[in-house]
């Protein structure tokens, strides 16, 4: 078992607490708040049995395996590494840094300590993705030639939201884009080699939409849209020269009957001379995969055995650099500092 201390109890470390009440290999050992009351609050909700004032004092103590970061975007960095040095593995929020150079700084100081060090996407983690690459791997679709993604949500509270705040790192690419680079890059299975990047700034100065492609050293180019104020379908598509497989709920998948459709033969071209009525839609195999426990659960277990049984990390290092260096070329090319 992995006993997890949890660094700070905001929204996502709800959804977190309540996966790893699913989980079996990780049980809550302790959270930490900044204000004792929201430490308490916390734990009574989710049966934690240490609640703790101050990030620090959970780091200090020697029943907590493992921490489970997620504070904003700018706190990572300080927060992981003070973590891997006295002793813990860590589970951190995505994006891992504020920039590229702050996720090699925390890797440095994970190879340091001895201590693993895995960037929380925990779609990666998911059955669903593995179903998904394997297909791609086995030819389902011939060459993969595109990948299309998007990951928006409409937000109304503006104030005292962390993805707003360009002084904690927000922004649509820093919280939502960053999912659809790495599912490229898994699906091309390398890093993207180049970038261009078109987006929306808002008032608060992050960038509340954006879009942009990626090309790859294969030849494969990939698309997305990712968006704070815009509703959108929050798709991926992974499309190659015999079909294309159509995934509608990729960043979430839901713990029974997550699916993913294969489509082997595309439409009829829309310029023949016989499609003068709305093209057939293509043959669709439907695949069906079920995790059996919450995604949180499903990313708990899989961080467990990086730490447990010495697996291969859902999200490598490599990965997470290669993300982290594409998120900082395309916030660059929209004007933002990082
Ligand atoms: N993987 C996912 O599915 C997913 C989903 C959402 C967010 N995230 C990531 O998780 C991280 C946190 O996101 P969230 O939605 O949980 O944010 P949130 O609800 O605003 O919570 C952030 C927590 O950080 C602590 N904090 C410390 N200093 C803060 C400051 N100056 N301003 C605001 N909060 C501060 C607070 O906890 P205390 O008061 O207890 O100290 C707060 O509750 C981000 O990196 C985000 O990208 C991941």
């Given amino acids: 078992m992995l006993n997890f201390g949890i660094i700070g109890t905001g929204n996502i470390a709800r959804q977190f607490a ?64 003070k973590a891997l040095r006295a002793g813990k593995h860590v589970l951190c929020e995505k994006p891992l840094g504020a920039n590229a150079r702050e996720a090699a700084e925390m890797f440095a100081a994970a190879r340091e300590s001895r201590r693993v060090l895995v960037e929380a996407f925990m779609y990666r983690a998911h059955p669903l993705t593995h179903a998904v690459v394997a297909a791609v791997r086995s030819g389902a679709i011939g060459q993969v030639k595109l990948i299309r993604s998007s990951f928006c949500y409409c937000s109304r509270k503006i104030d005292g939201n962390i993805r707003f705040a360009p002084e904690l790192a927000g922004g649509s690419l820093m919280d939502i884009g960053c999912y659809c680079i790495s599912f490229s890059h898994l699906i091309a299975g390398e890093a993207p080699c180049s970038c261009q990047a078109a987006g929306h700034l808002h008032p608060s100065g992050v960038d509340d939409v954006a879009t942009a492609t990626l090309a790859f050293p294969s030849g494969i180019v990939a698309s997305f849209t990712c968006g704070m104020t815009v509703h959108a379908d929050n798709s991926a598509y992974v499309c190659g020269d015999e079909g294309y497989i159509e995934i509608p709920v990729p960043w979430k998948p839901p713990a029974q009957d997550a699916v993913f459709h294969i489509c082997r033969n595309t439409p009829p071209r ?47 290092e490599d990965h997470t650099m290669a993300t982290m260096r594409t998120l900082d070329e395309l916030r660059l090319q929209l004007g933002i500092r990082v």
């Avoid at 790893?20 to 959270?31: D, I, N």
């Avoid at 609050?41 to 609640?51: D, E, L, Q, R, T």
């Avoid at 839609?281 to 659960?297: F, H, N």
């Fill in 270 to 316: 829309q310029d023949a001379p016989q499609a003068a009525t709305a093209p057939a839609a293509p043959p669709r195999e439907t695949r069906t995969v079920s995790a059996g426990k919450d995604l949180y659960a499903v990313e708990a277990d899989a961080f467990a055995a990086v730490v447990l049984d010495g697996a291969a990390s859902f999200m490598p």
């Fill in 18 to 81: 309540f996966g790893v009440s699913q989980s079996s290999r990780c049980r809550l050992a302790g959270v930490a708040s900044r204000t004792a009351e929201s430490a308490a609050g916390f734990a009574a909700s989710y049966k934690i049995p240490v609640a703790l004032a101050g990030y620090d004092a959970l780091l200090a103590r020697a029943d907590i395996d493992a921490v489970y970061i997620s504070l904003p975007n700018t706190m990572h960095h300080e927060w992981t590494i």
